[in-house]
């Protein structure tokens, strides 16, 4: 998988790049991330990159221009996505993150807060946003979209397994777990745990996994519902 990435603030990657998954799945050349300055596709002497809205308001817009100029000086494979970050964008979720993955090169557009010029829309495939909140640039969400990818890539997690069992991989959020010490102030570790008895354990946290579903985010279980319908 190519990750290109366009911004007004490459710097703002460094260290988050060259740690942990992200660090070790490039070393295996499982990915490759490329962070494009959009700086020197910026206007005249200045390289100016933003401007004010027409028609007035506060803010200001990402110009079309440098960000259409970026864009064409990325070589491109053929199974391809060009994503766009904005708050008004589709909401990321991991099925989203999954069909993602199957691409061979996301090329992914660092908006700003106060957005592009609506031209620009005519050169990507779709935008995304990571939530329902608004940050202050597609900088962070990059990040996010990058770790959520990277981790579905056969062989960047040690233990595939791991992937199956964790939250939102079944539409359920994740089940309670202990580690040493069995006792913590006063606090046990469910005596179930400790049993050997696997088929108990793996009925436990199935019914553990719906409750705190059914409690914290019923509506993803409203989700499964119609999904089955
Ligand atoms: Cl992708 N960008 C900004 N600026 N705010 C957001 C977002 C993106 N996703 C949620 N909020």
């Not at 933003?50 to 817009?61: E, H, K, Q, S, T």
């Not at 053929?78 to 989203?96: A, D, M, N, S, V």
């Not at 993602?100 to 557009?109: A, G």
């Not at 202990?178 to 354990?201: C, E, M, N, W």
Request: with cysteine; glycine share 10%.
């Amino acid at each position: 998988m190519k990750f290109e990435v366009i911004t007004l603030f490459p710097g703002f990657f460094t260290s988050a790049l060259d740690q942990s998954i992200l660090k070790k799945a490039q070393n295996k050349a499982l990915i490759e991330i490329y962070i494009h300055d959009l700086r020197p596709f910026g206007l005249g002497p200045h390289k100016v990159c933003d401007d004010v809205p027409y028609g007035g308001g506060g803010g200001m817009l990402m110009c079309v221009e440098p960000l259409v100029k970026a864009l064409e000086s990325i070589p491109k494979v053929p199974q391809k996505r060009i994503i766009l970050l904005t708050p008004q964008g589709e909401k990321l979720t991991q099925k989203k993150l999954k069909v993602l993955s199957e691409y061979d090169q996301l090329i992914i557009v660092c908006g700003r807060y106060h957005g592009v010029d609506e031209r620009f829309k005519a050169y990507i495939d779709e935008e995304i946003s990571i939530g329902d909140y608004v940050i202050n640039g597609g900088e962070t969400a990059s990040l996010v979209l990058i770790e959520g990818v990277t981790r579905l890539i056969p062989g960047v997690l040690g233990h595939e397994g791991s992937l199956t069992q964790e939250t939102f991989e079944h539409d359920l959020l994740g089940y309670p777990q202990y580690t040493r010490p069995p006792v913590f102030a006063g606090q046990k570790v469910p005596g179930i745990l400790v049993s050997g008895d696997h088929k108990a354990i793996s009925q436990w946290r199935k019914k553990k996994a719906l409750h705190i579903t059914r409690k914290k985010r019923p509506d993803l279980l409203d989700e499964l519902d119609h999904e089955q319908d």
